[in-house]
């Protein structure tokens, strides 16, 4: 079965960008949804954005959070990738990548998740 | 404070059946389909219902989803001790164009 694995800074000062990478240890395939997810301590999930395998890469992104975060892919060392700027302490959570798949014909589900990754924003 | 409204918490003895809501609208609920993950304590979210009502493998018969309208349900029937977890809906949201997870709700196996 396929897995997910988080990586990058564990603390990321104010106003930096926060930059964390999903590992999938399997070729991408069409029809997958590769996605960020990010849960506060204590609090519940947000879905911060994904990236689409079967619109042609294309992206769609929390409104919330749209101006500040980019979703992209690395084919060659199969992974995508979360950049979060401007990063506050709000921001700080632990973030999960997921992939997002078809479970009938016009609806998706997450289900293979990362173990997640924490991440503070504090100087 | 989110679109999709559940319980905050819930709880029941072992044995009994419970049930948590997760309240929502025309644009999301009342038009897409409806999943459920059960998240305990340091661990990531799983998978427990997929399309309102659909287990994946492995889960256990005790759990089911339904949907009417704006809302959909969860629930766990047989309860056991090792259901005390954080449970969460999600769905699409048509307008926002955005995937939407419900606030959680926190179940307490007494």
């Known amino acids: 079965q396929v897995q997910l694995q988080e990586s990058g800074p564990g603390l990321v000062k104010p106003s930096e960008t926060l930059s964390l990478t999903c590992a999938v240890s399997?070729?991408?395939?069409?029809?997958?949804?590769w996605s960020w997810m990010r849960q506060p301590p204590g609090k519940g999930l947000e879905w911060i954005g994904y990236?689409?395998?079967?619109?042609?890469?294309?992206?769609r992104y929390n409104p919330s959070l749209n101006s500040r975060v980019t979703i992209s892919r690395d084919t060659s060392k199969n992974h995508f990738s979360l950049r979060l700027y401007s990063a506050t302490a709000a921001d700080t959570a632990v973030y999960y990548c997921?992939?997002?798949?078809?479970?009938?014909?016009?609806?998706?589900?997450?289900?293979?998740w990362g173990q997640g990754r924490m991440v503070t924003v504090s100087s | 404070q989110s679109v999709l409204t559940q319980p905050p918490s819930a709880s029941a003895t072992p044995g009994q059946r419970v049930t948590i809501s997760c309240s929502g609208s025309?644009?999301?609920?009342?038009?897409?389909?409806v999943n459920w993950y059960q998240q305990f304590p340091g661990m990531a979210p799983k998978l427990l219902i997929y399309a309102n009502n659909q287990r994946p493998s492995g889960v256990p018969d005790r759990f089911s989803g339904s949907k009417s309208g704006a809302s959909a349900s969860l629930a766990i029937s047989g309860l056991q001790s090792e259901d005390e977890a954080d449970y969460y809906c999600e769905t699409w949201d048509d307008t926002l164009k955005a995937v939407l997870f419900g606030g959680g709700t926190k179940l307490t196996v007494l």
């Open positions: 025309g644009s999301n609920v009342g038009t897409n389909i």
């Open positions: 997921a992939r997002r798949i078809a479970v009938t014909t016009m609806g998706r589900a997450f289900d293979i």
């Open positions: 990236l689409s395998e079967t619109e042609s890469w294309s992206t």
């Open positions: 399997d070729d991408f395939v069409n029809n997958y949804y």
